[in-house]
């Protein structure tokens, strides 16, 4: 794990200390100036069950696996670059939090859950409104590019940045996946969310998804244990479609 992949945590006796992500067994709120939820530490593996290295990510390549649950997507994304300064970020309900940078060797690594903050759209294995638009593309959500774009309605996040919500009706950034990078051999670990999830009304909303993609309800809300294959967005959906 980076030296950096700490966060400051406020204890009881009002002293900040700095504690590895996957170490936090609870939840972090707001006013630990994180909204942080930990999940199982699963490492990130490409198709054939190999640990991924960091260094093999595509530049800008849109990449998915499923964390924290069997039947939630996340993003994997390798920027071409970062944000400079730590940036502050609020919910819907209005809780703040700070998003510093991502991971690997130049810290151009990201992780998204990829669930729409405004109404739930997602990659699903049919089609996916839901993707990274390259920088030099167009979108119809705003005038840049090298953004997370939602087709359904427009909305775009800016991954570099925590994905924080920049055009559209999405009304709070997407949460993040925390990442965690090995330097010793370049592997990737998923160990918690960062900001405020959607995770309840997605298994809420899509029942008939659920039972057709996983088996039920009950089978998509198991936690991933162990390890998460990552896949490349056209091979996981038949179609990607964005506006």
Known sequence: MERRDFFKVVT?????VAI?????STTLYAHDGRLYNSYEKVQLTD?????LKASSLEAEENYIFNYPFVGTPAMLLNLPDTCKEPVSLKSAEGDEYIWNEGSGSKKTIVAYAAICTHS?????????FFSYLKKGGKTMACKGSGVIVCSSHLSAFEPKCGAKNI???ADQPLAAIVLEHNEADDTLHAVGVLGADKYHDYFKAFRTEMKKEWGGRRKAKKKVQNSAIVSKLNEYTKEVIQY
Do not use: F, Q, V
Not at 12 to 16: F, H, I, V
Not at 20 to 24: A, C, D, V, W
Not at 47 to 51: E, W
């Open 12 to 16: 009881s006796g009002a002293a900040a």
């Open 20 to 24: 590895g992500p996957s170490l936090i």
């Open 47 to 51: 198709k054939d069950g190999k640990p």
């Open 120 to 128: 739930l759209t997602h990659p699903n294995k049919s089609e996916s």
């Open 167 to 169: 055009a559209g009706p």
